[in-house]
Nanobody
Framework: QLQAYGRGLVQARGCLKLSCKAS???????????LGWYRQAPGKQRELVAE???????NYQNSVKGRFTISKDNSRKTVYLQMNSLEPEDTAVYYC?????????WGQGTLVTVSS
């Protein structure tokens, strides 16, 4: 149900915007869901990067604070992750996550590679 876009190869200090569309989800379910972006680097566990809770609270992993921004567009049922000042350590497969009243859904993962 979730389709992620925005994979790419960028240089350090560059930027990239990921998007994730919940095309198969009804609007009311999307707006009632917690939205998140996770990432998994090679040889590491999947980790939370940013989340937008149902009450509107936004949380970021410490390493991305001030550089990444999570946002959503309810009308498009889409969640975004704007990534600025990218570092090689940000290289990973990024996954969007929608945790709603009827289930927990994951996008297919999109690869972000940051070259030094």
């Amino acid at each position: 149900q979730l389709q992620a876009y925005g994979r790419g190869l960028v240089q350090a200090r560059g930027c990239l915007k990921l998007s994730c569309k919940a095309s198969g989800m009804i609007w009311s379910t999307f707006t009632a869901s917690r939205l998140g972006w996770y990432r998994q680097a090679p040889g590491k566990q999947r980790e939370l990067v940013a989340e937008l809770t149902t009450s509107g609270v936004i949380n970021y992993q410490n390493s991305v604070k001030g550089r990444f921004t999570i946002s959503k567009d309810n009308s498009r049922k889409t969640v975004y992750l704007q990534m600025n000042s990218l570092e090689p350590e940000d290289t990973a497969v990024y996954y969007c996550n929608v945790e709603g009243p009827y289930g927990n859904y994951w996008g297919q993962g999109t690869l972000v590679t940051v070259s030094s």
